[in-house]
């Protein structure tokens, strides 16, 4: 199901929420053994209540469960039984600091990937069901995204090539998405803070500098994740194309998208793409005349990255400016990127939390009624 005027979600939350401080004091009590899984689900079933009703309240045009169930919005290194930490510079770095000697540490593929037993990246969806009759999008991240997880030097004994790796991602989260599905999800969207990477110059010239073919890799990818829909009817497909969102209002990656637009934008089988356009660092809307006719472009133009309210007449205003370069009816709204990306969130309060979202729909209704 392609989205069609009408049916498009104008007033979107992209993703995650800000933890309550009992979830988040639940999460390390159980990472210290010191209460049982029943009692922290507990816990995350009342989050998840309630981030349901503060998205339902605001009227935002879809619901998440905010990522309470997750340590992190990836969750792949928590559940997965194939990394292992290994010191050094990364093959497939966020950011340039990642490209030093003394970048730390970092969870690598050293194994083969069996999918997981018991928990897995829908956990929570039926329990979502049961508790709203709004639409519910479910986040799931992009195979594409796993490249980070892969060392040009240490991975190359569990695989071939980081794209047979990635092909097992694949097979994994499509199953993942074909189970929601079924389950009766109809708009599912996948989180890929690594295309946003490669805007950078300066990650773009340590890939030189590693022989990586960018071109060829961004073909792979867009293929790669697009065939996460495959087979799939009536969901609506979505792709967060972020750039990084960490404690503290930290980023990856800096350079608007004109790097991988032409290459990455027309080759993405999608029906909407999120996109961040919160900062000067984020570049302009020329990049939106390579997304293809018919997909919708959420411009994410409020920041989760701070308790800053942005001031309404300035977002409309840049909503119009990007309808210089793709039609009105073919946009939305969102904040850009979700509030907790990672357990510790972001420095906003749970009241810009809410003063951002009523915004993103205040616009909404106003400009698309």
């Known amino acids: 199901m392609s989205t069609k005027t009408g049916t498009i979600a104008r007033a979107e939350n992209v993703g995650s929420l800000l933890r309550p401080a009992a979830l988040l004091d639940a999460m390390r009590d159980r990472q210290q053994g010191s209460i049982t899984a029943d009692?922290?689900?507990?816990?995350?079933?009342?989050?998840?209540?309630?981030?349901?009703?503060?998205?339902?309240?605001?009227?935002?045009?879809?619901?998440?469960?905010?990522?309470?169930?997750?340590?992190?919005?990836?969750?792949?290194?928590?559940?997965?039984?194939?990394?292992?930490?290994?010191?050094?510079?990364?093959?497939?770095?966020?950011?340039?600091?990642?490209?030093?000697?003394?970048?730390?540490?970092?969870s690598v593929v050293t194994r083969r990937l069996v999918p997981p037993t018991g928990r897995d990246l829908d956990d929570g969806y039926t329990f979502l069901r049961e508790n709203t009759d709004a639409r519910i999008k479910f986040t799931l991240?992009?195979?594409?995204?796993?490249?980070?997880?892969?060392?040009?030097?240490?991975?190359?004994g569990a695989y071939g090539s980081c794209e047979e790796?990635?092909?097992?991602?694949?097979?994994?989260?499509?199953?993942?998405?074909?189970?929601?599905?079924?389950?009766?999800?109809?708009?599912?969207?996948?989180?890929?803070?690594?295309?946003?990477?490669?805007?950078?110059?300066?990650?773009?010239?340590?890939?030189?500098?590693?022989?990586?073919?960018?071109?060829?890799?961004?073909?792979?990818?867009a293929e790669l994740d697009s065939s996460v829909f495959d087979g799939l009817t009536g969901v609506t497909r979505a792709?967060?194309?972020?750039?990084?969102n960490l404690p503290g209002g930290q980023w990856f990656s800096s350079g608007g998208y004109a790097p991988i637009a032409a290459g990455l934008f027309p080759a993405?089988?999608?029906?909407?793409?999120?996109?961040?356009?919160?900062?000067?660092?984020?570049?302009?809307?020329?990049?939106?005349?390579?997304?293809?006719?018919?997909?919708t472009v959420v411009l994410g133009l409020l920041t989760t990255k701070n308790d800053v309210v942005e001031e309404e007449k300035d977002i409309v205003a840049r909503i119009h400016a990007a309808t210089e370069?793709?039609?009105?009816?073919?946009?939305?709204?969102?904040?850009?990127?979700?509030f907790a990306s990672v357990a510790g969130g972001n420095p906003a309060t749970f009241a810009a939390q809410r003063a951002k979202l009523e915004t993103v729909v205040r616009i909404a209704r106003q400009v698309w009624g």
């Open 39 to 106: 009692q922290l689900r507990a816990l995350q079933d009342t989050a998840v209540r309630e981030a349901l009703e503060l998205q339902e309240s605001v009227g935002l045009d879809l619901v998440t469960d905010g990522e309470m169930r997750r340590e992190s919005w990836v969750l792949s290194g928590f559940i997965l039984d194939c990394f292992d930490p290994v010191a050094g510079p990364r093959s497939y770095p966020p950011s340039i600091a990642q490209t030093k000697d003394d970048a730390g540490t970092f």
């Open 141 to 156: 991240p992009a195979p594409s995204y796993h490249r980070r997880f892969w060392s040009d030097t240490h991975s190359t």
């Open 165 to 221: 790796f990635l092909t097992d991602v694949r097979d994994w989260i499509g199953g993942v998405a074909k189970r929601l599905a079924e389950s009766g999800c109809d708009y599912i969207q996948l989180d890929a803070p690594n295309y946003g990477s490669l805007c950078d110059p300066a990650i773009r010239d340590y890939h030189a500098s590693l022989g990586h073919d960018l071109d060829a890799q961004l073909a792979f990818d």
């Open 239 to 244: 792709i967060h194309l972020c750039r990084g």
């Open 268 to 295: 993405l089988r999608v029906d909407v793409m999120l996109m961040e356009f919160d900062s000067d660092r984020a570049g302009d809307f020329g990049p939106l005349a390579h997304v293809a006719d018919g997909t």
């Open 325 to 338: 370069v793709k039609p009105l009816d073919e946009l939305a709204l969102s904040t850009q990127c979700g």
